[in-house]
């Protein structure tokens, strides 16, 4: 079975799902779709990064593309490097996944991740590849074959870019804890704050090839939360693998999901009059709560599917500035084609130290949170488990009991073999039931239920 395109690339498990032998295919049939003379391609940290950044690379140079090979690199800044060099791009990551997990994303020519028709059309040549089928034109030879060369100055280039975001302002005398996911971002993130005059203590910036997102990072904010306390200092930086998203926690330890920081940069930037067209872009995820917030600024909503690239096509086709998600990929389109978690943490940190007001007291400001249960459901085949007449069934039944006090999300995971349900409403004890006897109805469809807490309540 073809593998297909979820809403951030293909994943899987590692040299098992994700084989050598098919993201060489890939490569090929990346290179088939998007012709060019040259790629960028970087990886995050985890053991099997090498051996299937390998794979891919000689699967492009085997249709004639030359390979640029940046090492370990945030996915924001491959990105960066696809847009500022106007080169197609891939990264070999699996962002929040374990680690035995890996994937590979690709960025088309500017940065920007692939529209539908650009991935079924790789998808085709895939299948094409994968069978043995004869290629046609044949494969280059000689001369015509691509070259592989590595290039170590390519975090430092977007280590200045970053720290240039802020212009002539600092970051002097802010304490910073930042959690790096033993990820990609465990050298970049903590040289730039540094350089922006950030007093920096670091959490989970060791990584070993199998410890990335390993009880840290934004999936697993405790350390640091912990070590934001410990240290005093004003804020907390948490990362993922792959630092395209970022949650923040303050100096009590409370942790704040990405539409607290939305509706805090989106009311920042109003005020300076610098939100273009005054309207955010969110997703179907995002919490009721934001939604009211944003309203109550006079400040409009442009709603997406899950997934940072819809946000993007939102934000290009209306000339808007700012979107993100709950998880915390937020856009700022100005500066980035992409979810960047250090550039959000930059510009959080900015905001903090401008405001001289506390993180607690302005994300809390920001917006009321709405409750809100999220529950995933393991699934083999997550579409068909969504489709199973049963469970439509009983998500029409939750939506009759919710009526207008709240709303019911139901969708199979772009990321992961998983369904996601989202019940929100104000009563907190009808979100929770009525969450349940929907995973109920998928579980029975399709496998074991796990309930996982929204992000904590300020």
């Given at each position: 079975m073809v593998p297909r395109f979820g809403?951030?690339?293909?994943?899987?498990?590692?040299?098992?799902?994700?084989?050598?032998?098919?993201?060489?295919?890939?490569?090929?049939?990346?290179?088939?779709?998007?012709?060019?003379?040259?790629?960028?391609?970087?990886?995050?940290?985890?053991?099997?990064?090498?051996?299937?950044?390998a794979a891919l690379s000689s699967g492009l140079a085997a249709e004639g593309a030359d390979v640029v090979d940046v090492g370990v690199l945030p996915t924001p800044g491959v990105a960066w490097l696809s847009q500022s060099r106007q080169l197609p791009?891939?990264?070999?990551?699996?962002?929040?996944?374990?680690?035995?997990?890996?994937?590979?994303?690709?960025?088309?020519?500017?940065?920007?991740?692939?529209?539908?028709?650009v991935e079924q059309a790789i998808e085709a040549e895939l299948a094409q590849a994968l069978s043995g089928a004869a290629r046609r034109p044949r494969a280059p030879t000689g001369h015509g074959v691509g070259r592989l060369w590595s290039e170590a100055g390519a975090a430092g280039a977007y280590t200045d870019h970053l720290v240039s975001v802020l212009g002539d302002g600092t970051l002097d005398g802010l304490a910073v804890v930042v959690d790096c996911a033993n990820g990609a971002a465990a050298e970049v993130a903590p040289h730039v704050l540094r350089r922006l005059g950030a007093q920096v203590t670091v959490v989970a910036g060791e990584p070993d090839g199998a410890n990335i997102n390993d009880g840290c990072g934004s999936t697993h904010p405790g350390a640091l939360a912990a070590a934001v306390v410990e240290h005093g200092a004003d804020l907390g930086l948490a990362l993922d693998g792959d630092a395209d998203r970022l949650l923040a926690v303050d100096a009590a330890g409370t942790l704040w999901s990405g539409d607290h920081l939305l509706a805090l940069f989106a009311g920042d930037l109003a005020g300076r009059g610098r939100l273009a067209g005054n309207t955010v872009v969110v997703t179907v995820m995002s919490n009721l709560g934001l939604r009211l917030a944003l309203a109550e600024k006079g400040i409009a909503v442009r709603e997406t599917p899950v997934g940072d690239r819809y946000v993007l096509e939102a934000l290009d086709a209306d000339g808007l500035s700012l979107g993100g998600e709950q998880s915390g990929h937020i856009v700022f389109r100005e500066l980035s084609t992409?979810?960047?978690g250090i550039l959000t943490g930059v510009l959080l940190a900015d905001l903090v130290h401008r405001s001289q007001r506390p993180l607690a007291e302005l994300a809390g400001r920001s917006m009321r949170w709405v409750p809100q249960v999220l529950v995933n459901v393991?699934?083999?085949?997550?579409?068909?488990?969504?489709?199973?007449?049963a469970v439509r069934e009983e998500l029409a039944a939750a939506e009759a009991r919710l009526g207008e006090r709240g709303r019911v999300v139901l969708r199979a995971s772009g990321t992961e073999p998983l369904v996601r349900v989202m019940v929100e409403t104000e009563d907190e004890q009808l979100a929770r039931s009525t969450a349940d006897q929907l995973g109920e109805a998928v579980a029975a469809a399709a496998g074991d239920i796990d309930t996982v807490a929204a992000p904590p309540t300020p």
């Open positions: 809403t951030d690339g293909i994943r899987g498990v590692a040299n098992a799902e994700l084989t050598p032998e098919l993201v060489l295919a890939l490569g090929r049939a990346a290179a088939r779709v998007l012709p060019a003379a040259v790629f960028v391609v970087g990886r995050d940290t985890r053991r099997s990064g090498p051996l299937l950044q791009a891939a990264v070999v990551s699996a962002s929040h996944n374990p680690f035995a997990d890996n994937g590979v994303k690709i960025f088309a020519a500017g940065g920007t991740k692939l529209p539908d028709a992409t979810g960047d393991a699934a083999a085949d997550p579409s068909a488990a969504v489709a199973d007449p």
